[in-house]
């Protein structure tokens, strides 16, 4: 069963996001984050707003799919070498990264896949950042 995760922010524009870690691997108990965090798969780095309005997801935590639309205080490069760093910690494998001004990185975990596309700020500091995840197609 699947749930809409932000439909009472869909009038809203926009929403600050917590920060996520790379998970450790210590006692799971203990790795709980005290505060709500909608998804803990991918990296969130501080000072992140949501795109509520262009997102889509569906599920929660490390089993949700759809859309993630981020703003990031970032630049382009660094946001590109943030999630090139970071999603291995998170425990995806690098299946393929094109570095321009619209860079791709695409990412495999378990029976998932992410596309992640970087898109450098036109109007002000730091840059758009489209996650698409999605169960990985089925070999017949």
């Known amino acids: ?9 869909a009038c809203n ?52 799919t759809g859309r993630l639309v981020l703003k990031l205080n970032k630049s382009h490069s660094e946001a590109f070498a943030l999630y090139t760093t970071q999603m291995p910690q998170f425990g995806w494998k690098a299946i393929a990264s094109i570095q321009s001004e619209t860079s791709l990185l695409t990412f495999v975990r378990g029976n998932r896949a992410t596309t992640i596309e970087i898109i450098e700020g036109r109007a002000t500091r730091g840059c758009l950042v489209r996650i698409t995840m999605a169960p990985q197609a089925t070999k017949n």
Request: charged residues 15%; glycine residues 8%; negative net charge.
């Open 13 to 64: 524009k926009s929403t600050n996001l917590s920060e996520t870690t790379a998970p450790s691997m210590g006692d799971g108990e203990a790795d709980l984050q005290a505060t709500f965090q909608p998804i803990t798969d991918v990296p969130i780095p501080p000072g992140t707003t949501l795109d509520a309005q262009n997102s889509l997801i569906l599920g929660t935590g490390d089993q949700w």
């Open 1 to 9: 069963m699947c749930s809409v995760l932000f439909l009472a922010q």
